[in-house]
């Protein structure tokens, strides 16, 4: 038997560990009812139902939602717009989503998919740092479907002016103290 302090008090009988939990207004709580003898404690139970319901919630407000981010292509995207999407991309997987990357055919486009392939492929070329391929580009009616998920490590920019996690900053360069006159009559 545990005592309601935590403290050991030893293998007590049934009726005196009832005894002892209604003098201090508590509960017999079975711990380990497998153990040989089982092990009980003297608790508040509903307090502690409390703090385990608490505890519980709290954990589940720390988790983080996975959500797929979609942004859409087409095969004549220009550069700009393209360096835009990929920003859009990159953010997306930085913050531990997944990315859908849509490239939609109207038209003759459907003809020259090659196009499509290719900007598929240089959009995986260009986020290889951030995120693993989770599924392949496929095709699906009139548009190409490309599934990516960040990968495990975050990859932060490195930035030359501020100091890495755990570093101590680098001593900026001192200012040159002027050289000290050796003209003669100087003092």
């Known amino acids: 038997m545990v005592g309601e302090d935590g403290e050991q008090i030893g293998v007590v009988p049934i009726a005196d560990a009832i005894a002892r939990a209604e003098a201090a207004e508590l ?34 407000l720390k988790l983080k939602q996975i959500q797929v981010k979609e942004v859409k292509f087409r095969p004549g995207t ?21 990315a ?16 499509g392939v290719r900007l598929l492929e240089r959009i995986r070329g260009d986020l290889e740092p951030y995120c693993v391929v989770e599924q392949f580009p496929r095709l699906e009616g ?8 960040p990968k495990k490590v975050a990859v932060k920019p490195h930035h030359p002016n501020k100091p890495e996690a755990g ?21």
């Not at 859908?100 to 196009?115: D, N, P, W, Y």
Request: proline fraction near 7%; include cysteine.
């Open 27 to 60: 509960d017999l709580v079975e711990i380990a009812p497998l153990a040989k003898p089982p092990v009980c404690r003297i608790m508040d139970f509903g307090k502690f139902k409390y703090r385990e319901a608490k505890r519980a919630h709290e954990a589940k």
């Open 78 to 98: 220009d550069e700009g717009d393209y360096k835009i999407k990929l920003r859009n991309l990159i953010r997306f997987l930085g913050e531990g989503d997944k």
């Open 100 to 115: 859908k990357v849509t490239l939609r055919f109207r038209g003759r486009e459907m003809a020259h998919q090659e196009f």
């Open 142 to 149: 009139r548009q190409m479907v490309m599934l990516l998920a």
């Open 167 to 187: 570093q101590a900053p680098t001593p900026k360069a001192q200012k040159a103290s002027p050289p000290e006159s050796t003209a003669v009559g100087s003092k």
